[in-house]
């Protein structure tokens, strides 16, 4: 197995595993992006996300799917919106090589904060998060406004 920085190519296999992860979430029909959006803004003139993936066999049984965001605090901050790995690959150490991939590229950029959600009920991932020397943050809240509160607030 070994990890390595995606290209525009790898998209439909990410995709798929973005699918497999919203399944895993109890989302199963979640997943509104395509293939099309994953290649424009992902590999487009002004890329505004960066993707790893973990390669076995020339199949991607992971991934992990970052992007820069600005702190008033800390400054330039890195955001990990997903860390991937397939159902039938758990285990096997590929979560962790992509994770520690996501922290080195922070690192090397000398940031000062790599931020990400992690659901209440996945145990093994929090426990794993703790282990690697994250803080959950156990007394902020997640916000989010979909498309249609979005509508509703500009539209009163």
Not at 37 to 52: A, V, W
């Amino acid at each position: 197995m070994k990890v390595r920085q995606a290209v525009k190519e790898d998209m439909p296999q990410v995709l798929e595993l973005i699918k497999e992860l919203a399944i895993f979430e109890k989302e199963p029909d979640a997943v509104e992006v395509t293939v099309q959006d994953l290649e424009r803004e992902g590999f487009g003139e002004n890329p505004i996300f960066t993707c790893f993936v973990a390669e076995s066999d020339d199949e991607i049984v992971g991934a992990a799917l970052i992007y820069f965001r600005f702190s008033t605090w800390k400054g330039r901050t890195l955001h990990l919106e997903d860390l991937i790995v397939k159902e039938a690959q758990r285990g096997k150490g590929i979560g962790e090589a992509l994770y520690k991939q996501v922290m080195q590229f922070a690192y090397d950029r000398g940031l000062k904060r790599v931020a990400w959600d992690v659901l209440d009920w996945n145990k093994g991932a929090i426990r794993f998060y703790e282990r690697s020397g994250a803080n959950i943050v156990k007394d902020w809240r997640v916000v989010h406004m979909d498309e249609k509160g979005l509508k509703n607030y500009i539209n009163s």
